[in-house]
Every structure is written in C-alpha cells, then in structure tokens.
C-alpha cells in the first residue's frame, strides 16, 4: 500500500473529562500527544474507561471538559474527510450485506470509489478468502471480528481506532493478525489508537503504551515501546519484551491497588 | 393434504346436518358455478376498493412513518392520532363517510385505507429504530449524517418489519372495503352477503365467503412469497409499537392532553376547511351539546349509556374467551409438537380470513343471540392470538434451553419457567391489538344481526339521519377503544418490565 499522500496525523487531547448523564465519571483528566504514524496502546482494565477515550478520539462522544484535535482540527472534520476508521468493540457487521459487501461499506461510507482489488486483498490478508459471499450470521465470532479489521483498513485511514480488535480471536489466529496487520497500518502512515486489557498484545502491537487507571480512566503511566519492526513471534521469548511487559503489568497492578485502597477509605 | 381432510369432513358435517346451516363443498361449488358472473362482478369491486385501499393506507402509513423519522419529537404524536384513528369503529365511520362523500367507492376505499395502516405504520416505526446503536456509531464516524442512516441502516432494517406490516394488511384490506359495503354501498361482496342473509341463502352465503376468504388467502400468501423473497430476515412478531409517551406522570398526562388537543384541533378544523355543512358533519361543540344541555340530553345520554353496557357485555368474554383460546391453544401444540405442525399453516391462513366478513354467516349458524356475537368476537381474537403465541413460545433463547435440559428438567418445568414467560410479550402484543378488532367485530353483529348494542344503534341512527346520535356513537367506541388499549397496555409494560426487560427498552 503506496504512503498516503498526507502528512501523519498527530493526536491531541488536552485534560479531557468524561462524565455521563447519569453522573458516572468514565475519562477523568486525560493529556496525550500521540506523535503522528505511531501505534498507542490504551492499556488498562476492563471497564477503566478505554472505549470511551477512544469514542471521543473518534467523535462519537463529545468530552465533558477538554478537547481533541487530530492534525490540528477537530475529529469530526477527519471523520467528513473519510480519514478516520474504527474497528468497534462489537463487528458491527450488517446481517443483510455479504462479507464483502460489508467490508466494502467503508469505502462507500467514506465517499470514496470502489477499489475492488484492495477490498480483495484485505478480505485475503485476515484470511477471510473464500467467505466473500456469506452472510455475517454464518460466520464465526472472530471471522467477524477480523472481518470489521478489513473495513477499517479498506479507507486506507489517517486515523485508525482499534477497540479490543482481537477480544474474540483463537491465541492462533491473534498470533498471525499481530504478524500481518502492522505492518499495513504501519506502511500506510496510519496514526493507530489500540484500545486493549492484554499486556502481551500492547508491547507485541505498539510503539508506546499509556497505561490507565481502573475508573475513572486517568493516565498511570506511559511507557516507550523501543522494539525494532517488524516484530517476530518468538520476539514475545525475548527478555527485552518480558522487561516491558513487567513495567507494564508492574504500573497496572499498582494502580489497581492504589484504587482500592482508596475505595477502601 | 390438511386442506382435503378439512374439505372432506366438511362435506360430512354437511350431509349430516341435512345441508340446512352447512351448506357442503360440493353444494357450495355447484352454487358458484351457476351464479359465475354475479359472483365475478361483485369481487371485481371489492377487490378494487380494496386494492385502492390498500394503496392510499399503506402510502399514509409510509408517510406517517417518514414524519415520525424526520422530526422524531412528533413520534408521540403520530402514534397517538394513528391509534386514535385505528379506534374508529368501522361500521359507523361508513354512514358517516357516506354522507360526506356521496355516493359511490369512496367511503369503501377510505375504510380499507382506515383498516390497514395501522398494522403497517406500528411495525414500520419499530422497523426503522430496529438497528443497535453501533450500526449508526459506524455510519457518524465515517462522519455520515441522517441520510446515510437512512439509506444503509434504518430503511434496510425497516424493510422485513414493512414487508410483514403489508402482508398483514391485505386481508385487512379486503375487511374493510367489505365493511364499507355492509353498510350502505351499491355494489360488492358485501352487498351481495347483505342479501343472501336476509334471503336465508345459505350456500350462497357459504360461496360468498369462500371467494372472501380466498380473495384475502390469495394476496397474503403472494405478499408472504413475495416477502421471502425480497428479504429472507423475518422480524420478531413482537409488534410492539414505540413508546407512546415516557417519563413522568406529568410528562405523560400532558403528552395525553396534548393528543386529547391534536384529535380536536383536527377534527374541527378538517370540517371547517372543507366547509363540512354542520347538519351531518358534526364539530366537537355539537357533540358536547347533545349530551350535555340539549333539551333531550337526559335521554340521549341513557341511550348511549344503556347500548355501550349491552355491547361490553357480549364483547368482554369473546375477547377474553379468544385470548384464552388462542394462547391456551398454542400451549396445548407446543406439547404436542406432531400436531402443531399440522394445525399452524392451518392457523395461518385461517388466521388471513378477514372473519368479521364471514359474520353474517356465523349469525345464521349461531344465531342472532349472545352466542353469535361472542363466537365472532372470539373467533376475531383468536387466530392472531393463536399464531404470535406459536411464534412466541417458539422464542425462549436455546441457550438457556440447553442449560435447562441439562438439568434434566422436564417439558412441563420448560414450558412454565421458559416458554410462557417467553411467550407473554406475544401474548399481550396481540391482546392489545385485538382491542380495535374485537370491537369492530362486536359492532358489525350488532349493526347486521342482533339489534342491540352500540353497533344496532349506529345502523338505527344511520337511517333515521339521526347524526348527533351516529356521531356520539362513533366517539363514545373510539374513546372506549382507546382506554381499553391503554388499560392492555399499561398492563404489558408492568409484565414485560417482570418477564422480559429487553423489549421495554425498544
Ligand atoms: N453511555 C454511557 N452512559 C453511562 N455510562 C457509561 C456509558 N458508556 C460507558 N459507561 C460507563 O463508563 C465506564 C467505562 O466504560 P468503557 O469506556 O466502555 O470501559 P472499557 O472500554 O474500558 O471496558 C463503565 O463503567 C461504563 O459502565
Ligand atoms: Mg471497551
């Protein structure tokens, strides 16, 4: 996939707050610089808050207090552009369109003309060939979720927003994504938000991962990722990997104790 | 194979019965044969009011919809004034129609439009917000507006929920065209069972009905086939219509008014505008002063009174009864699975018969007394009754299915902690509905056969000109129909929020 012809997008949240209507603080004082073509991993536990960070880095939530802007305008302006693409949480796969017609949907919805040849090589790439005309509901859990992965890559975005994209995936088919997908997002100049709770998957995926507090999401810590691309497998036996993984498991921890000694006051 | 057993048994009955009230198939189709091109010219009306019908309610509901989409605060509103309008009882809204519109198909073609976009529009509304909320997160972050929704999500996710909404309203459609001809028209089907029932025909009453009831089996099972095709997604049978009004009390009670207001507003004006001369297009004012201070209120008002007892007193237990059999029927099949396989397409094409225009013979058969009218009014309840508590109990999760039965519970413990409590959003969906039929069916036996109740006193007010009556009439079984739906109502909400808090979200 040839660089975009854009400069990488670089992401700015400046002290965001979340608070619902229903008085539930979710996102409580974020500031994050995400430099430009880089992968962020959003690290924490579940329900700490990460889903709602990226909504709002997305648009589909608007902040409390704070704001965000990516290339120095607001979210919105890159989702009209088409450069801005989210893998939910959920697939989020229409159950009357074919897989393929679902992972062309991107495109459409980005306003942008047909490109039958990449939507192919995407479709192929999550090992998805020879399922192009079945229906969302006679694919498995993760076909599905790789499936959604296709259609956030198909626009070739700016802004690429992952929300837990391998939560419903075998440990052999995470194995071969976490190979095959970074280098893509990578190539493509793609400023990548990777929302997970796996410890492994953020070192192995990243370039610098943001570790969050349990609810309300606050940062706890914000750790480099110095490992050189592309990453191998068996990089994950590598005792530079193992360190990171430790500091970051070792921030995780503390906060999750830090919260409920506060919970306990 | 069904259909054979079911004709062959008939013919027995027949023959036993001496062909007086059961006139046989064989009986039937020698009348038909003779009688071809009466039969022909009267379904060539009925079928083209109905279609007119058809067309004109459907487009409303479309619309009606579209509106409610557009500006989403007027959804409250919408659905009110449709239920209020699905209140009209029928039979009276003819006269009236009549009057004002003179002779001709007209007021045919108004009620068939009046009987089927009610059961269009409900499902249509639910189909439009039927998509979860991350389908339109997909489509914002593309950075898509309202249309996009419209044209990706809402309109495909409706289109299962419009294809049922239409299905269902073609019978309804040969209903109320058929209705329109019960009471005053020149020419039709109706016309001609008006006749053979004063005549005592009773094959041709038979044969009349036969080629009614085919005139409704033959389009909703087209529409059904047609449907499969188009989109083989089927929607849950739930029709649950949206939330008329949420919120507080106060919320709710001023939501109330405010439709109170609306229907008056409408009815008032719509008769000004169109310069409605006020001797048999009735305002509002005109109503409160019969009942009220007229020199004869007093006894207008016990009249009134006095036929709206007799009415609920037949119409009450037919519709209990229809409920009762419908869902205790389906119970039964569900614990006989052989059996339900044999009665359910029996079930589901009885249940396309329009039956309030078979009730001229169910007079004949039952005669003119409270059996007639309750059988009918049963009956009217029981086959949609029937078939959403099929679907429903056909609704508990298998997951939860498998968990039971790896407990080694038995049917009886499935059927009374899983399948019955599945089943009773299906149960009131239809017992709500059925408030609207129950009455229409009630009514149409009174105007045609027994000479009480509300229904005999429209038909009595009909010829006397008697339009401040005719008019009380008509608002005294809309605003009874209403409350009725709202008490069915109330009622669910209380039973869906214990058995099934999903659908109250919806
Ligand atoms: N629309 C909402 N209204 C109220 N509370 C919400 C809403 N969305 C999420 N929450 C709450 O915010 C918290 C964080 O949710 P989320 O961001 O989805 O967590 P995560 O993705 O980290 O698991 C949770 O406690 C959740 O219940
Ligand atoms: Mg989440």
């Known amino acids: 996939m040839a660089p975009d012809d854009h400069p990488p997008a670089a992401i700015v949240c400046a002290g965001l707050v979340k608070r619902f209507d229903n008085g539930m603080t979710a996102v409580d004082g974020i500031d994050l ?7 962020t991993a959003l690290l924490g536990p579940s329900g700490c808050g990460k889903s709602t960070l990226l909504r709002m880095i997305a648009g589909l939530e608007e902040p409390s207090i704070g704001g965000i ?30 897989l393929r017609q679902n992972i062309a949907l991107g495109r459409k919805l980005a306003r942008l003309p047909a490109d039958p040849a990449t939507v192919d090589r995407l479709i192929d790439l999550v090992g998805l060939g020879g399922f192009q005309q079945m229906r969302p509901a006679a694919l498995s859990g993760g076909m599905r979720q790789r499936a959604a992965i296709a259609r956030a890559l198909a626009t ?63 940062v706890l810590a914000d750790i480099p990722v110095p490992l050189d691309w592309p990453r191998r497998p068996d990089l994950s036996e590598a005792p530079a990997f193992r360190r990171l993984v430790q500091t970051a498991l070792a921030a995780l921890v503390r906060g999750g104790e830090r919260s409920q000694a506060v919970a306990a006051q | ?49 109905a279609a007119w019908g058809f067309l004109l309610g459907n487009l409303a509901a479309i619309l009606l919809a579209a ?6 605060r007027l959804l409250n509103l919408v659905g009110g004034l449709a239920l209020v309008v699905f209140c009209l009882p029928l ?19 108004v009620l068939a439009a009046l009987a089927v976009y009610y059961t269009t529009l409900i499902p249509l509304l639910a189909g439009l917000r039927a998509a979860p909320q991350v389908w339109f997160d997909l489509i914002r972050s593309y950075g898509r507006g309202r249309w996009s929704e419209l044209a990706h999500v809402r ?66 099972a087209a529409l059904g086939w047609l449907g499969a095709r188009i989109a083989d997604d089927k929607p849950p049978v739930i029709l649950s219509p949206p939330r008329i009004v949420r919120g507080s009390p106060f919320r709710k009670a001023a939501g109330t008014a405010l439709l109170v207001g609306a229907v008056l507003v409408l009815w008032w004006g719509g008769m000004e505008v169109l310069g409605l001369n006020r001797f048999f297009a009735k305002r509002p004012d005109d109503l409160a002063e019969a009942l009220l201070w007229a020199p004869d209120a007093a006894r207008t008002r016990q009249v009134l009174w006095a036929a709206t007892v007799q009415t609920l007193i037949w119409a009450l237990p037919g519709y209990l009864a229809g409920l009762a059999a419908g869902a205790g029927l389906a119970i039964l099949l569900s614990l006989l699975p052989w059996l339900g396989s044999l009665m359910t397409p029996l079930a589901v094409a009885l249940r396309s018969i329009p039956i309030v225009t078979t009730a001229p013979l169910v007079v004949v058969l039952t005669g003119r007394g409270a059996a007639g009218t309750m059988t009918l009014v049963a009956l009217m309840v029981f086959f949609p009754t029937f078939v959403a508590c099929q679907h429903g109990l056909r609704q508990a999760p298998g997951p939860i299915l498998d968990l039971f039965r790896s407990h080694a519970a038995g049917r009886l413990a499935r059927l009374l902690h899983l399948r019955i409590p599945a089943m009773l959003p299906a149960l ?28 005999s006193l429209m038909a009595l007010s009909a010829s006397l000109s008697d339009y401040d009556m005719l008019w009380l009439t008509v608002a005294v079984v809309t605003v009874m129909a209403a409350l009725f739906h709202a008490a069915v109502s109330a009622a669910e909400r209380r039973v869906l929020a214990a058995f099934a808090p999903e659908q109250t979200h919806a």
Not at chain 2, 27 to 35: E, F, I, Q, T, Y
């Open chain 1, 156 to 218: 070739r975005p700016r802004v690429l927003l992952l929300d837990e994209p391998f939560g419903a995936l075998d440990a052999l088919t995470r194995r071969q994504l976490a190979q095959d997908l970074p280098p893509l997002w990578r190539h493509a100049g793609a400023t990548t938000v990777l929302v997970t709770h796996s410890v492994d998957e953020a070192v192995m995926l990243a370039d610098r991962i943001v570790v969050l507090s349990p609810r309300p999401a606050r």
């Open chain 2, 155 to 220: 309109a495909r996710a409706a289109l299962p929920y419009l294809l049922a909404g239409l299905q269902i309203s073609a019978p309804a459609a040969v209903l109320g065209a058929m209705v329109g001809e019960f009471t005053g028209a020149e020419r039709g089907l109706g016309v001609l069972t008006i006749r053979f029932t004063r005549d005592l025909d009773v094959p041709a009453l038979w044969g009349v009905a036969g080629i009614a009831a085919a005139a409704s089996i033959v389009p909703y």
């Open chain 2, 428 to 455: 009131f969906a239809s017992a709500r509905m059925a408030v609207p039929a129950a009455i229409l069916a009630v009514t149409v036996v009174e105007w045609l056969a027994t000479g009480r109740g509300l229904g």
């Open chain 2, 1 to 49: 194979m069904g259909l054979l057993v079911l004709l062959a048994l008939w013919q027995a009955l027949a023959l036993a019965g001496g062909g007086y009230l059961l006139a046989g198939p064989l009986g039937v189709a020698s009348w038909l044969a003779a009688h071809g091109g009466l039969i022909l010219r009267a379904l060539s009306v009925t079928l083209a009011n």
């Open chain 1, 33 to 39: 610089t995400l430099a430009g073509g880089r992968t």
């Open chain 2, 91 to 109: 039979v009276a809204t003819g006269p009236i129609l009549r009057v004002l519109m003179g002779p001709g198909e007209g007021p045919q073609v």
């Open chain 2, 67 to 72: 509106i409610a989409l557009v500006w989403p």
């Open chain 1, 69 to 98: 802007t990516i290339a120095g305008q607001p979210p919105a302006a890159l989702c009209r552009q088409g450069s801005l693409s989210v893998a939910f949480q959920d697939p989020c796969l229409l159950p009357w369109l074919t």
